[in-house]
């Protein structure tokens, strides 16, 4: 039966980190089970610690060796903690670094900031998501990373987005990463 994202299922999935913090709404739950779909049609197999992965060891250990059995990384930033009212760098007293008011944001999980600089370590392709009123800062900050990071509403259809020309350009740009990824680990290292 054909997939509503590829005409056929290929045999050999890619195994991927997708990192997320653990959904908080129904729509956060429905963009990460959208998003696991469309991976899995189009041959990936998205794993991520906790979900389909499991570890004894400490969570740094852990996401490393799952991370080196990965091709690439996606991050999805959800929004974790609502800001209503806060000031950035209060009772400063360094003239280049003035106060500044933050209203109505949000925080991600540091997660979201941890493992994909775990992944650019390690040099997988990465990919980040990040809900929109999410504060940009940290390794969400545009060119961090090299990549272009886009914002996605949750208020509306994921299918919306998944079906968008950013989505398309964006996830074929990774998927071509990706793909090399598994080519470049098979060649035997090079002496020159």
């Not at 570890?55 to 740094?60: E, F, I, N, Q, V």
């Not at 991370?67 to 760098?89: K, P, Q």
């Not at 670094?97 to 991600?108: E, V």
């Not at 961090?144 to 398309?168: C, K, N, Q």
Request: proline letters at 9%.
């Amino acid at each position: 039966m054909p997939s509503r994202w590829s005409a056929s299922r290929p045999r050999f999935k890619i195994s991927v980190f997708l990192s997320h913090p653990n959904p908080c709404n129904s729509r956060q739950e429905e963009f990460i089970e959208a998003l696991r779909a469309y991976l899995d049609d189009r041959g990936f197999a998205p794993r991520t610690l906790g979900v389909t992965d499991y570890d004894m060891d400490a969570p740094l250990k852990a996401i490393r060796r799952l991370m080196l059995e990965s091709n690439g990384m996606i991050t999805v930033a959800f929004r974790r903690t609502y800001i209503e009212r806060a000031v950035v760098n209060h009772l400063t007293d360094l003239p280049d670094r003035p106060p500044r008011p933050i209203t109505g944001q949000w925080l991600t999980s540091p997660w979201s900031h941890i493992e994909p600089a775990m992944a650019f370590q390690l040099g997988l392709p990465i990919l980040i998501l990040r809900e929109s009123g999410v504060i940009v800062d940290g390794v969400l900050d545009k060119g961090v990373i090299g990549t272009y990071m886009p914002e996605f509403d949750a208020s509306t259809p994921v299918d919306d987005y998944l079906h968008s020309p950013e989505w398309r350009d964006l996830i074929s740009k990774w998927e071509g990463q990706t793909r090399r990824v598994i080519e470049t680990k098979g060649n035997p290292p090079n002496l020159y």
